[in-house]
């Protein structure tokens, strides 16, 4: 008998696993270029913590993230405003029960957030390099994949009230974003933010005068690396959302592939031309803040718009990224060492407003304020919430490490090894006065 074709939805689906598949390796980027621009005596921490981060977001996301997140169509609160339904959390129970993993959307969902959560939390470790204690990095990631991360994602990915404003007051599609500009960049390089500024910035980074050092990374080729393999790991993700959150089908991976790509790349030469400009020389951290950063923005309208409309959204981002390091540094005094804030944060928020500017819905209107109000809630929900969750974490349990182990060095303080033994590294700023 010859071979019977699966169906459409099967192919979809199986197409939509192995793009996940793929997803890890953005994780391992992110770490990677988190390390590389991080200390060389805190180099095998940071490893550890991404490893300890991406297990303790997948269990909780598994207990009990899933259950408030959902999934398009699943049970689900909601509140009647104004004569309209608004949903606000999912009803799923906890530790994923009543979801087979079989290939259903339930379960495409459920893998996503898992894999989605991971990459979130990763974020904010950029930003809390060489001097955030590993077991308080484990309890922020749980608050971010118990907390902030699945109330973000029902409201957008899961039919909740923010992708709910097209059909409740006709502001075009309601809020969109296929492969988590906000939902993961943006919700993580937030949390970055409010670590960054509950941590305060390393000793060394301010003189008394508050002007900023330059505390270069201690190795660009993983930085640059992390770069490349991120992108592999970025195809997955906004593949497998375009088609999850999206309704987009098999044939548009190629779509979403070509923009991705054309995306970071416009934003990395972007930040290369503008460092090359002000300072003489390009600039190797910058360039590779604004490779992520491109990446960020991508995620937005990767499924919505041609590669012509991804180059100009990266061209953009990679002006947005490189000045906004310079301006959290300068003037909010944001020691910020992997760049997370302006490349997740400030990416993943104009890749939520790309949207609204470059995508085209024949017969709807007000795709922009739909998606404005996703960026207002961002900014006045979702900062406040993982800002207060961290700030009370840290009122019982301090999450920056004591000076001595910051001198030290975070593998030795806290791991009792570092990650290039063979070398002996001394900290200067502790013995300036």
């Known amino acids: 008998m010859p071979a019977i074709m699966p ?13 996940m598949l793929l997803i890890p390796a953005a994780g391992a980027g992110l770490a990677l270029m988190n390390t590389g621009l991080g200390r060389t005596r805190s180099a095998a921490h940071l490893m550890m913590c991404s490893l300890c981060v991406v297990s303790i977001s997948a269990l909780v996301y598994v207990i009990c993230g899933f259950a408030w997140q959902g999934f398009p169509g699943g049970p689900a609160h909601a509140l009647t405003l104004g004569g309209k339904g608004w949903n606000w959390i999912a009803a799923q129970p906890f530790f994923l029960r009543r979801v087979d993993m079989d290939g259903s959307s ?29 077991s308080a990095t484990c309890i922020s990631t749980a608050l971010l994949a118990g907390v902030t991360f699945p109330l973000f994602a029902h409201w957008a990915w899961a039919g909740g009230w ?21 939902t993961i960049q943006a919700v993580g390089g937030l949390t970055a933010l409010s670590v960054a500024w509950i941590l305060g910035p390393r000793h060394g980074k301010y003189s008394h005068e508050g002007i900023p050092a330059a505390i270069p990374g201690h190795n660009s080729v993983l ?7 991120a992108l592999v ?13 999206s309704g987009a089908g098999p044939g548009t991976v190629v779509r979403v592939a070509a923009n991705t790509l054309m995306c970071a790349a416009a934003s990395a030469l972007m930040a290369a031309v503008i460092t090359a400009v002000r300072f003489g020389k390009p600039d190797v951290s910058l360039t590779a803040n604004g490779w992520v950063g491109g990446l960020a923005a991508s995620s937005g309208a990767c499924a919505f718009v041609g590669p012509v409309e991804a ?25 910020d060492p992997g760049g997370a804030v302006s490349a997740h944060a400030m990416g993943g928020i104009w890749g939520v407003l790309a949207v609204g500017i470059f995508a085209y819905f ?53 791991l009792g090894a570092g990650a290039y033994p063979e070398f002996i590294t001394h900290s200067e700023e502790f013995t300036q006065h």
């Open 311 to 335: 180059a100009a959204i990266g061209i953009l981002g990679g002006m947005l990224v490189t000045l906004s390091v310079e301006w959290f540094e300068l003037r909010m005094t944001v020691d």
């Open 106 to 134: 339930a379960s495409l969902a459920a893998l996503f957030g898992i894999l989605s959560v991971g990459l979130a939390a990763l974020i904010p470790l950029g930003s809390g390099t060489d001097r955030w204690r590993l």
């Open 162 to 182: 923010l992708a709910q404003l097209g059909e409740n007051y006709k502001l075009g599609r309601g809020f969109l974003d296929a492969g988590g500009s906000g």
């Open 362 to 414: 024949p017969g709807t209107s007000d795709q922009w304020l739909a998606q404005v109000v996703g960026i207002g809630t961002l900014l006045g929900f979702v900062l406040p919430l993982t800002y207060g969750l961290n700030w009370l974490v840290d009122r019982v349990y301090p999450q920056r490490v004591a000076a001595e182990g910051e001198r030290q060095g975070m593998d030795l303080y806290e």
């Open 233 to 245: 790991g970025w195809w997955g993700l906004n593949s497998a959302g375009a088609m999850l959150f």
């Open 223 to 229: 930085a640059i690396f992390g770069c490349m393999l």
């Open 7 to 19: 169906a459409r939805s099967d192919i979809t689906a199986l197409l939509c696993v192995f793009c």
